[in-house]
């Protein structure tokens, strides 16, 4: 399957990667495990659909693709090499969040953002965190635990077209892995 980029796509490629070379002295915003180092980081994977994990939420297939093409287009961009789970240094994970809390308490465990979480702690870690909003996760293959997690928002609307809500997409991936690259950088 290629991935066909039209000229808008081109442009916000470029404005990512002014974004990313201007931005790069900035202090990160994402949620990080300060003791994981993130310069070790060259390559990554996603879940696979038949996976367990991916039953934390229910997502269309369409939605899935949009994501993780997006998901994959920004690694790539950052120099990520896709590889299989088991062999990868960190697996992207993903979630969108809607309306229910139950699926993101469920996701929060399995991502291992909070092990032993009061529900004061549950709400602490979700504060920022709205409807309408994608959630990356970086968990490390050795514990399969979160070492990375940003949130952004997407402001989808009814009425949009498909076509703007991929592009919503993939600006909230680019947004979400920003601060990855600076982590990389300031590891080093």
Known sequence: MSYRRSPLQIIFSWLFLCLLITGCSSQPSAQYNADYDFVDI??????????EFNDVQRLS??????????????????????????????VVSYFLVQTSLQELKNYNRKVKA????????????????????????????????????????????PKN????????????VQESLLDLSRLRANSK
């Open 42 to 51: 060259s390559s990554y994977s996603l879940f696979p659909r038949h996976h």
């Open 61 to 90: 297939d369409f939605q899935r693709n949009r994501i993780e093409l997006a998901i994959e287009h920004a690694m790539d961009e950052l120099a990520f090499s896709y590889t299989e789970q088991d062999e990868a240094d960190v």
């Open 114 to 157: 909070c092990l032993i979480c009061t529900e004061k702690e549950q709400r602490s870690l979700n504060r920022k965190i709205r409807t309408d909003m994608l959630i990356i996760d970086l968990i490390s293959t050795s514990n399969m635990r979160s070492v990375y997690r940003q949130s952004s928002p997407l402001k989808m609307k």
């Open 161 to 172: 077209t498909s076509d703007e809500n991929r592009q919503l997409i993939i600006e909230a």
